[in-house]
């Protein structure tokens, strides 16, 4: 599902077990409502959102989590403005309990001009988008966070492929962390995610859970040129709506 206008509406959403659903923000169209999307906020996320030294920034942010608040109100029967948050390691947002009995899990992550909004219902969900940049030193950045494994399969790119392989192992890396919700506690170098082009069960291994490959499939997502992505989904027996 694409949302690329500012004066998009949505009817009540259903959400089947078996489903994850997967949404995709154009930002660049979205941020012209951004009057309209300060309204939906929360005291906190307009503090944050006020904080943003660039209009780019803050426009970015506070679409992302207005969009957020409204389809997460269509699949609650809830007005947007009156879902609470609470926040787990990392800032991963959850819903407060009085909010969550219809069991909602969800994430989101912006970059650029591409949010990633996606939910599931009973099973914990990561999604991770970047965008891909050459102003960094990829080698030195890998040996401070990435496993040897992934220093070693990054270092076997070419220079002209190593950004984009890079921000491929970041994004699953990162989806991986968030589907979990262990935030910081679980270090980035503490599993090995492999550096392949559109890899599926990208995750290879984790030495803190010898289960982990078959319970949390990785894999990434398409949302065009010069973006990185990918997702993360607890268990099997779902099917992905985009």
């Known amino acids: 599902m694409i949302i690329s206008n500012p004066d998009f509406r949505l009817e009540p959403l259903v959400l089947p077990g078996e489903e994850v659903h997967l949404w995709r923000v154009d930002l660049a169209a979205v941020a012209d ?6 309204k939906i906020l929360s005291p906190d996320e307009q503090t944050k959102a006020a904080r943003f030294r660039f209009a780019r920034d803050r426009r970015r942010f506070a679409s992302t989590r207005a ?47 591409v949010a990633l909004l996606v939910f599931a219902r009973g099973r914990p969900v990561g999604v991770d988008v970047e965008q891909i940049r050459d102003n960094l030193d990829p080698l030195a950045i890998a040996r401070r966070y990435f496993s040897t494994h992934e220093q070693s399969q990054l270092a076997a790119f070419g220079p002209g492929e190593r950004c984009a392989a890079f921000f491929r192992c970041w994004t699953r890396k990162e989806a991986y962390i968030k589907a979990r919700g262990d935030g910081l506690s679980l270090p980035l170098d503490s599993f090995d995610v492999s550096l392949e082009a559109r890899k599926q ?29 990918a997702l993360c989904v607890r268990g099997h027996g779902w099917k992905l709506k985009s």
Do not use: M, Q
């Open 33 to 38: 409502g951004e009057l309209r999307w300060l």
């Open 201 to 229: 069960n990208a995750l290879l291994g984790c030495r803190t859970d010898d289960t982990d490959i078959t319970l949390w499939p990785l894999e990434d997502i398409e949302v065009g040129k010069g973006y990185a992505s």
């Open 67 to 113: 969009v957020l608040r409204t389809v997460l109100g269509a699949y609650l029967g809830s007005e947007p403005e009156k879902i609470i948050f609470r926040y787990a390691g990392k800032g991963k947002p959850f819903l407060k309990p009085r909010n969550s009995a219809e069991s909602i899990d969800f994430n989101v992550s912006h970059s650029g001009d």
